[in-house]
C-alpha cells in the first residue's frame, strides 16, 4: 500500500485562493486548468510530494488538523475524491471546454512590449480620468444623434465599419492581458476559437486564478475598459468629423460591449460577478440555488431556502440573465422578419443569395439560444452532477 502513494507532479501550483468566503479556501493550478480545495485537500496534495508513505501523510494529516486522520480514509480521498490529473504518471484527463476549435493568432511573447507600454494605463489618476472622458464623448454623440437623427453623409462602409470592431476586439483582448502582465500573472497570448456555436477571440489569462480578488475583477473588466479606450478614439473622430462608417462601428462596439458583461455565458461579465461575489463554479451555484428554490415553491419536504445573500444573488444574476435572452431573442426575431421581407423584394440573385445566408445563420443562433435557455430550465428542474473544476479562464 505504502509503495504505492499518488505523489502530486511537481509542475501543480497551489496558492491560497481569494474567494470572500470564512472558510480557508486554495486554488490549485495543472494544465492550465484550476480546482478550488478546501484547506484539507490543499494540505494533503501538498504533503503527497514529501511523504514517504501513506502512514507518515496520515500521522502529518493528524498532527496538522488536530484530529485522527486514518491510512484507508486518505487512500480512499486521493484515488476517489481527487482528479487524477493532480498526480504524476497520470495523463491529464480530457475536461469538458465550451471554447472548441482554439487557434492561436498572437503569442503572448510577442505582446510584451505593447503589454509593458499599456500596463501604466491602469493607475488610478489615469484610469479615472479616462474612464470619464469616454463617458463624456459617449453623451455628446447620443446628444448628437437625438438631435439630429441617424442620418450622416455618404453610405455606411460595412468592411470599414467592421475593421474597426476588430480593431476595438484586439484591444479589448489586449486589456486583458495587459492587466495580467501589471499584476505579475502568467498569461499567453490572444487566439481565436468556437464558444458553443459563436466564433469568439480570447486571451489566455489562466494565472488570474493566483491573484486577489480585487486584481482577478480588474483582470475581468479591463478588456471592456481598453474596448472603451479604443472607442474614444472613435468618438472623437466622429465628432469632429461624422461618418455612417464610424457611427455603424461605434453602434457595433457598442452592442458586443453590452453582450459582453452579460453573465449567462463564461464572458466578462460571468467572470467579474463570479470574482465579485466570491463564487467559482457560478452556473452551478446559480442552478444549485434556483433549484432549492423551485423545490420549496413546489413544497417538497426536504427543501429549504438559500441564504439571503444567494437568493439576492440569484435574483441578480436571474435579471441580468432574463434581460439577455430576451434581448437576443426580440432582436434576432427582427432580423429573421427582416430578412424574409428582403427574400421576397430582392431581385438579384447574389442579394437574394446573401440574405438566405443570413437568414439561415439567424436561425441557428435563435436555436442556440433556445436550447441554451431550455437546457437551463431543465437543470433547475432535474438534479445535475456537481463539478470539481473552476473551469478553463479565459476572455472570449
Known amino acids: 500500500m505504502d509503495l504505492t502513494l499518488p505523489r502530486m507532479r511537481d509542475d501543480a501550483v497551489i496558492r491560497r485562493f481569494d474567494g470572500g468566503d470564512h472558510a480557508a479556501q486554495y486554488?490549485?493550478?495543472i494544465d492550465g486548468r484550476h480546482f478550488i480545495a478546501s484547506e484539507s485537500v490543499a494540505a494533503l496534495l501538498e504533503m503527497t510530494r514529501h511523504s514517504p508513505s501513506l502512514a507518515a501523510l496520515a500521522q502529518s494529516m493528524s498532527g496538522r488538523f488536530g484530529r485522527s486522520f486514518t491510512v484507508a480514509e486518505l487512500e480512499s480521498?486521493?484515488?476517489?475524491?481527487?482528479?487524477?490529473?493532480?498526480?504524476?504518471?497520470?495523463e491529464p484527463s480530457a475536461a469538458h471546454d465550451p471554447l472548441q476549435l482554439r487557434a492561436r493568432l498572437l503569442d503572448g511573447a510577442l505582446l510584451l512590449p505593447a503589454l509593458r507600454a499599456t500596463s501604466t494605463l491602469f493607475a488610478r489618476g489615469v484610469v479615472v480620468p479616462l474612464?470619464?472622458?469616454?463617458?463624456?464623448?459617449?453623451?455628446l454623440v447620443g446628444a448628437h444623434i437625438v438631435r439630429h437623427g441617424l442620418a450622416q453623409s455618404g453610405e455606411a462602409s460595412v468592411v470599414g465599419a467592421m475593421s474597426l470592431v476588430l480593431a476595438g476586439i484586439a484591444a479589448h483582448e489586449l486589456g486583458h492581458l495587459s492587466a495580467c502582465h501589471r499584476y505579475g500573472a502568467a498569461h499567453g497570448g490572444i487566439g481565436v476559437g468556437l464558444y458553443w456555436f459563436l466564433p469568439v477571440f480570447y486571451a489566455e489569462v489562466h494565472g488570474a486564478w493566483l491573484l486577489s480578488k480585487a486584481e482577478r475583477a480588474v483582470v475581468d473588466i479591463a478588456g471592456i475598459y481598453f474596448q472603451c479606450l479604443f472607442l474614444l478614439t472613435v468618438a472623437a473622430v466622429w465628432l469632429v468629423h461624422p461618418s455612417a462608417t464610424l457611427l455603424l462601428a461605434l453602434w457595433a462596439s457598442h452592442f458586443l460591449v453590452l453582450s459582453t458583461l452579460n453573465p449567462v455565458l463564461k464572458y466578462d461579465g460571468y467572470w467579474l460577478l463570479s470574482d465579485l461575489s466570491g463564487?467559482?463554479?457560478l452556473h452551478q451555484q446559480m442552478r444549485e440555488s434556483a433549484r432549492s428554490c423551485w423545490r420549496k415553491l413546489m413544497r417538497r419536504a426536504d427543501a429549504f431556502w438559500p441564504s439571503a445573500r444567494d437568493r439576492m444573488l440569484l435574483g441578480m444574476f436571474g435579471v441580468l440573465a432574463f434581460a439577455y435572452f430576451g434581448y437576443v431573442l426580440y432582436f434576432m426575431a427582427h432580423n429573421l422578419a427582416f430578412a424574409c421581407s428582403r427574400i421576397m423584394v430582392d431581385q438579384a440573385g447574389w442579394s437574394r443569395a446573401a440574405t438566405a445566408l443570413g437568414l439561415l445563420l439567424t436561425i441557428a443562433f435563435v436555436l442556440g439560444v433556445t436550447g441554451m435557455l431550455a437546457r437551463a430550465i431543465r437543470d433547475v428542474i432535474e438534479v445535475a452532477?456537481?463539478?470539481?473544476?473552476?473551469?478553463?479562464?479565459?476572455?472570449?
Open 77 to 90: 480521498a486521493l484515488r476517489n475524491r481527487i482528479p487524477a490529473v493532480f498526480f504524476r504518471s497520470d
Open 279 to 281: 463564487r467559482h463554479n
Open 131 to 139: 474612464v470619464c472622458l469616454f463617458l463624456l464623448l459617449d453623451a
Open 385 to 396: 452532477p456537481k463539478q470539481n473544476s473552476g473551469g478553463h479562464r479565459g476572455s472570449p
Open 27 to 29: 486554488v490549485v493550478a
